[in-house]
């Protein structure tokens, strides 16, 4: 494990693969297709239906004791993979905006290596309030030049995502979905913010 990059994924409960019958989410899905060697370290932190006002206020204190001390090589790399619950817990959209902006500046300011995965469609609000809330969230990253993952515009009227809501509880999806999300953030450039070829995919 010395010297293994330390990719810590903050978010909500997609980031823990929940409804995946197979247990890997997307993450697992995107690790095993990263060919690092050593293989990184990826450490999900995730909380269920989590604001990003909550997000904000904690992200820093449990990153700093997954990644440690900084290593001799490699980096300290973070994902933020933002979710849907400030729709659900009514946070405005300049706050929203506000929060993100937040963590990617002290990300910054910790020479963290920050890559953003997008909310994707379903379960909580109208379609017309998660696309607006995506591209907040895409022009807050795009204005810091931090990669951003845009899951719900793919997703939104994807046929097997939609059947794998239906199937379950409306808010996760499970295999199938998770899947697509994997195969949009291994194509949103994971492999080039990894310092990998993009042809690895």
């Known amino acids: 494990m010395n010297g293994a990059r330390r990719i810590c994924v903050i ?11 197979k247990a890997l989410g997307w993450v697992g899905r995107v690790t095993a297709r990263t060919p690092l060697d050593p293989a990184p370290l990826v450490l999900t932190l995730a909380v269920p239906n989590e604001t990003t006002t909550a997000l904000s206020a904690r992200w820093q204190t449990e990153t700093a004791l997954r990644f440690g001390p900084a290593p001799a090589t490699g980096e300290h790399h973070l994902v933020v993979a933002l979710g849907r619950g400030d729709l659900a817990a009514g946070v405005s959209l ?33 379609p017309e309030q998660q696309a607006e809330l995506s591209a ?15 899951t719900y515009g793919p997703l939104a009227r994807h046929d097997q995502w939609l059947a794998d809501l239906a199937s379950g509880d409306g808010h996760s999806p499970g295999q199938a979905g998770y899947g697509l999300m994997a195969w949009l953030v291994l194509h949103t450039g994971w492999h080039r ?9």
């Open 11 to 21: 978010g909500d409960e997609l980031v823990a693969g929940v409804g995946d019958p």
């Open 94 to 126: 300049a706050r929203s905006r506000l929060n993100l902006a937040n963590i990617l500046d002290v990300a910054e300011s910790h020479r963290l290596s920050t890559f953003v995965v997008g909310p994707p469609p379903g379960g909580i609000g109208e």
């Open 136 to 150: 907040a969230f895409a022009d807050v990253a795009h204005r810091r030049r931090v990669p951003y993952v845009e």
């Open 193 to 201: 913010w990894l310092g990998l070829p993009d042809d690895t995919v």
